[in-house]
């Protein structure tokens, strides 16, 4: 094999090769991102669907016993238990003002990547929204929409506000986000150990990846409720501070 046919193969496979890697950086850098924004805009509306199509009946009116007759008044009804999270499906959203007005994201149940890959993902087997014990929430730091490039800005004080359609909770950070290893599982623990958190609450955990292109470490970003106001009264003034 000639010297020029060995230069040349090897420039054909150079050509290749870098080819492949832009077409591999366009998927990472813009495709994935035009697909987490369909699929985020449409859970979106799927919750946001659900949401007014939900109504809150009146009591029936009690009726009074016939003239003559006695009855014993019936035990006070127990309000329902909520229903549970469905596994992939959307149930809340999430806003972040620090990171911009325009900031908002659908969170949905569990932690999979094709749940990842539609919005941020609550971890299954801790606490309800706004309940005690800890609410924690994941997020890619990159691709599929970048939810949480900016996440290493949160500073002591921000306000995350979540809406379950009925209510608003404003939680507020503690101290700026904590790096660790994936393997430190604890930081979605009831009472985190590193938190800083004195017993039991009612908190919030936020994870996302770290390095910014790697996943090597986690960021971890602990939050308190700090109030809770109807949805039929407006927005907390956390969206205007």
């Known amino acids: ?123 299954s087997g801790t606490a309800r929204l706004g309940a005690t014990g800890n609410f924690a929430v994941a997020g890619h730091r990159r691709t599929y929409g970048d939810p949480f490039k900016d996440f290493p800005k949160l500073r002591p004080g921000d306000a995350v506000v979540l809406s379950d359609g009925t209510t608003w909770f404003t939680y507020r950070i503690d101290k700026p986000p904590y790096r660790t290893v994936p393997s430190d599982i604890g930081v979605i623990d009831p009472v985190p150990r590193k938190s800083g958190f004195d017993g039991h609450g009612r908190y919030l955990t936020l994870t996302t990846c770290d390095p910014e292109w790697g996943s090597s470490h986690r960021l971890i970003a602990w939050a308190h409720l700090d109030a809770t106001r109807p949805v039929s009264e407006g927005k907390p003034a956390a969206f205007h501070s």
Not at 47 to 54: I, K, V
Not at 92 to 110: H, Q, S, T
């Open 1 to 123: 094999m000639s010297v020029r046919l060995i230069v040349r193969t090897f420039s054909e496979l150079c050509i290749t090769a870098g080819a492949l890697i832009v077409l591999f950086v366009v998927y990472v850098l813009f495709w994935t991102g035009v697909k987490a924004a369909d699929a985020t805009e449409g859970q979106i509306d799927a919750l946001h669907s659900r949401w007014a199509q939900g109504t809150v009946s009146a009591p029936a009116p009690q009726s009074s016993p016939a003239s003559g007759t006695s009855k014993t008044p019936d035990a006070p009804k127990q309000p329902p238990a909520p229903a549970a999270y469905q596994d992939g499906k959307p149930f809340a959203m999430l806003y972040i003002p620090r990171f911009g007005k325009d900031w908002e994201w659908p969170v949905l149940e569990n932690t999979e990547v094709r749940t990842l890959q539609k919005g941020l993902g609550h971890y």
